[in-house]
C-alpha cells in the first residue's frame, strides 16, 4: 500500500499482493469503491505520525504486507503497526508525537456519545460529518448528516466539525467507515491544534466488554478495537492520542438515561433517518426504543409491528446483536408479552435482578482509562451510576459462556 497526501486529501495505491475486498478489524469483508478520499476543516501541518495514524484507520482493510507513507514516521508508529497487524511501516525517520493534555470527545450525537460528553463536561467536541464524493454517486441520501451537525452546532460545547467523503471509499456493504477508528481521522489531523492527549468515544459496555460491533457473544477484555492494549490502543497511544471511553464500563440503558436527563438532552439523535426526529420506523429506531421504554417504565411506543421486516430479527431464536439490553427491555417494559417482541420472551428466563448488573458501572472500564482523566470518570460514575457488585462483575465476565 502506498500512501500520499497533498494537502488533506488522501490517495492511496494498492500493491499486488493488497486486495480489493479485505477485512476491518471485526472480521467484516468491506469491498473497494474508490482509492482517494478528503477531509475538510482541519490543518495541513499535523505530525506525520498523525497523518499516517489517519490514513491507516482507512487503508488498514486492504493492506497485506507493507505500507509506504510519503513522510518518514517514528520508530515507534511503525513498530505499533509491525506488531498489530505484521505490517512493514515506513519510512522511518520522525521523532515520536508526545501525548498532548487535552481530552476531546468524538461526538456523534447519539445517546452513547452524549453520555460519554457528559462524563467530561468541558471536553471540546470534534464532530464527524459526511459529505458527498466527487466522483461516487450518492446513494444514500436519506443520511442526514446536516441535520446532526447543526444539533451538534446547538450544545454549546467548544465544537470542531471535520468534512470528509472517506466513507464512500466503500463499495460494500454500503458506505461507511472502512475501519471503526476512521471516524477518527479529521479529529487526528486537528490533534496537534487542540493539543490532544486523548479521544473519548461513545462506546459502551456492550463494545467494549460484551462481544464487540459484530456481535460475537462472548466477553472481550481484549477486544481488539477498543481495549487501551489491542492493536488500535497502542496504535493511538503511540501517535499520543488515547482512546478513551468514558462510557465502556455502562449499558446502553444507563447511557440513555445520562443523555435524556442531560442537559444536551435536546440535541440527542440517533436515527440517521428524518429531519425532525426520530423516524421511528428503522431497526435502530426500535431498538433504542425499547431501551427507552425500559429506562422510562411505559410501554413501547412503536408504529412497527411483526409483520415489517426490521422486526425479523427479533422473531428468530437469539443470539441478537445487543441482546444484554433486549434482555434488560423484555425483563422491564409493562406489556411486552403483548409487543412484537413477545416471541423472544420464550428464549429467556429474565428478571429485574438477573438484569440489574445494567444499571452500574463495571469498574474496570475505569481502571483503563488513562490516569489524567480517570478520576473525573470515576467521580461522576460514583455520583451518577453507582458501580458493579462482585456478583455483577461476574456476570459481566461470565456473558456469552
Ligand atoms: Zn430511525
Not at 466527487?134 to 441520501?141: M, Q, T
Given at each position: 500500500?502506498?500512501?500520499?497526501?497533498?494537502?488533506?486529501?488522501?490517495?492511496?495505491?494498492?500493491?499486488?499482493?493488497?486486495?480489493?475486498?479485505?477485512?476491518?478489524?471485526?472480521?467484516h469483508?468491506v469491498k473497494?469503491a474508490?482509492?482517494?478520499?478528503?477531509?475538510?476543516?482541519?490543518?495541513?501541518?499535523?505530525?506525520?505520525?498523525?497523518?499516517?495514524?489517519?490514513?491507516?484507520?482507512?487503508?488498514?482493510?486492504?493492506?497485506?504486507?507493507?505500507?509506504?507513507?510519503?513522510?518518514?514516521?517514528?520508530?515507534?508508529?511503525?513498530?505499533?503497526?509491525?506488531?498489530?497487524?505484521?505490517?512493514?511501516?515506513?519510512?522511518?525517520?520522525?521523532?515520536?508525537?508526545?501525548?498532548?493534555?487535552?481530552?476531546?470527545?468524538?461526538?456523534?450525537?447519539?445517546?452513547?456519545?452524549?453520555?460519554?460528553?457528559?462524563?467530561?463536561?468541558?471536553?471540546?467536541?470534534?464532530?464527524?460529518?459526511r459529505?458527498?464524493?466527487?466522483?461516487v454517486?450518492n446513494r444514500w441520501?436519506h443520511y442526514?448528516?446536516?441535520?446532526?451537525?447543526?444539533?451538534?452546532?446547538?450544545?454549546?460545547?467548544?465544537?470542531?466539525?471535520?468534512?470528509?467523503?472517506?466513507e464512500f471509499?466503500l463499495a460494500e456493504p454500503r458506505p461507511g467507515y472502512?475501519?471503526?477508528?476512521?471516524?477518527?481521522?479529521?479529529?487526528?489531523?486537528?490533534?496537534?491544534?487542540?493539543?490532544?492527549?486523548?479521544?473519548?468515544?461513545?462506546?459502551?459496555?456492550?463494545?467494549?466488554?460484551?462481544?464487540?460491533?459484530?456481535?460475537?457473544?462472548?466477553?472481550?477484555?481484549?477486544?481488539?478495537?477498543?481495549?487501551?492494549?489491542?492493536?488500535?490502543?497502542?496504535?493511538?497511544?503511540?501517535?499520543?492520542?488515547?482512546?478513551?471511553?468514558?462510557?465502556?464500563?455502562?449499558?446502553?440503558?444507563?447511557?440513555?438515561?445520562?443523555?435524556?436527563?442531560?442537559?444536551?438532552?435536546?440535541?440527542?439523535?440517533?436515527?440517521l433517518?428524518?429531519?425532525?426526529?426520530?423516524?421511528?420506523?428503522?431497526?435502530?429506531?426500535?431498538?433504542?426504543?425499547?431501551?427507552?421504554?425500559?429506562?422510562?417504565?411505559?410501554?413501547?411506543?412503536?408504529?412497527?409491528?411483526?409483520?415489517?421486516?426490521?422486526?425479523?430479527?427479533?422473531?428468530?431464536?437469539?443470539?441478537?446483536?445487543?441482546?444484554?439490553?433486549?434482555?434488560?427491555?423484555?425483563?422491564?417494559?409493562?406489556?411486552?408479552?403483548?409487543?412484537?417482541?413477545?416471541?423472544?420472551?420464550?428464549?429467556?428466563?429474565?428478571?429485574?435482578?438477573?438484569?440489574?448488573?445494567?444499571?452500574?458501572?463495571?469498574?474496570?472500564?475505569?481502571?483503563?482509562?488513562?490516569?489524567?482523566?480517570?478520576?473525573?470518570?470515576?467521580?461522576?460514575?460514583?455520583?451518577?451510576?453507582?458501580?458493579?457488585?462482585?456478583?455483577?462483575?461476574?456476570?459481566?465476565?461470565?456473558?456469552?459462556?
Amino acid at each position: 500500500m502506498r500512501v500520499t497526501w497533498t494537502g488533506t486529501d488522501l490517495s492511496f495505491r494498492l500493491d499486488p499482493d493488497d486486495e480489493i475486498t479485505g477485512k476491518a478489524s471485526d472480521d467484516h469483508p468491506v469491498k473497494l469503491a474508490t482509492n482517494s478520499c478528503s477531509i475538510g476543516g482541519v490543518p495541513d501541518d499535523a505530525h506525520p505520525d498523525l497523518f499516517a495514524l489517519a490514513a491507516w484507520t482507512i487503508v488498514a482493510p486492504w493492506t497485506r504486507r507493507s505500507v509506504t507513507f510519503d513522510r518518514a514516521i517514528s520508530a515507534e508508529l511503525a513498530a505499533a503497526l509491525h506488531d498489530g497487524w505484521g505490517i512493514e511501516a515506513g519510512p522511518v525517520g520522525a521523532e515520536p508525537r508526545g501525548a498532548g493534555r487535552t481530552l476531546a470527545i468524538s461526538y456523534s450525537g447519539g445517546a452513547d456519545s452524549v453520555a460519554a460528553a457528559t462524563v467530561y463536561p468541558q471536553a471540546p467536541f470534534v464532530h464527524f460529518r459526511r459529505v458527498p464524493h466527487r466522483r461516487v454517486p450518492n446513494r444514500w441520501p436519506h443520511y442526514r448528516s446536516d441535520v446532526l451537525a447543526k444539533l451538534a452546532a446547538k450544545t454549546g460545547r467548544e465544537l470542531n466539525v471535520v468534512t470528509s467523503d472517506l466513507e464512500f471509499t466503500l463499495a460494500e456493504p454500503r458506505p461507511g467507515y472502512p475501519e471503526h477508528h476512521a471516524v477518527a481521522a479529521g479529529a487526528l489531523l486537528m490533534a496537534d491544534r487542540l493539543d490532544l492527549g486523548g479521544l473519548g468515544f461513545g462506546y459502551e459496555l456492550g463494545s467494549r466488554w460484551l462481544g464487540g460491533g459484530r456481535y460475537l457473544w462472548r466477553y472481550t477484555p481484549d477486544n481488539v478495537m477498543w481495549s487501551p492494549h489491542g492493536r488500535w490502543g497502542r496504535l493511538f497511544a503511540a501517535a499520543g492520542v488515547h482512546l478513551v471511553l468514558p462510557v465502556g464500563g455502562v449499558s446502553e440503558a444507563v447511557t440513555m438515561r445520562l443523555a435524556t436527563r442531560s442537559d444536551l438532552k435536546d440535541h440527542v439523535r440517533w436515527c440517521l433517518r428524518g429531519t425532525d426526529g426520530p423516524c421511528r420506523l428503522c431497526g435502530k429506531c426500535l431498538y433504542k426504543e425499547l431501551i427507552q421504554a425500559a429506562v422510562e417504565r411505559r410501554p413501547l411506543d412503536t408504529p412497527i409491528t411483526a409483520d415489517r421486516p426490521v422486526a425479523r430479527k427479533w422473531l428468530r431464536k437469539p443470539p441478537y446483536g445487543g441482546q444484554e439490553m433486549i434482555e434488560y427491555g423484555l425483563a422491564r417494559v409493562p406489556g411486552i408479552d403483548k409487543t412484537l417482541f413477545a416471541g423472544a420472551l420464550d428464549y429467556f428466563e429474565v428478571s429485574e435482578e438477573s438484569t440489574s448488573w445494567l444499571e452500574h458501572c463495571y469498574p474496570k472500564a475505569i481502571e483503563e482509562i488513562p490516569a489524567q482523566w480517570r478520576d473525573e470518570a470515576a467521580a461522576f460514575m460514583a455520583a451518577n451510576v453507582g458501580f458493579m457488585t462482585e456478583e455483577e462483575v461476574r456476570r459481566v465476565e461470565t456473558w456469552g459462556s
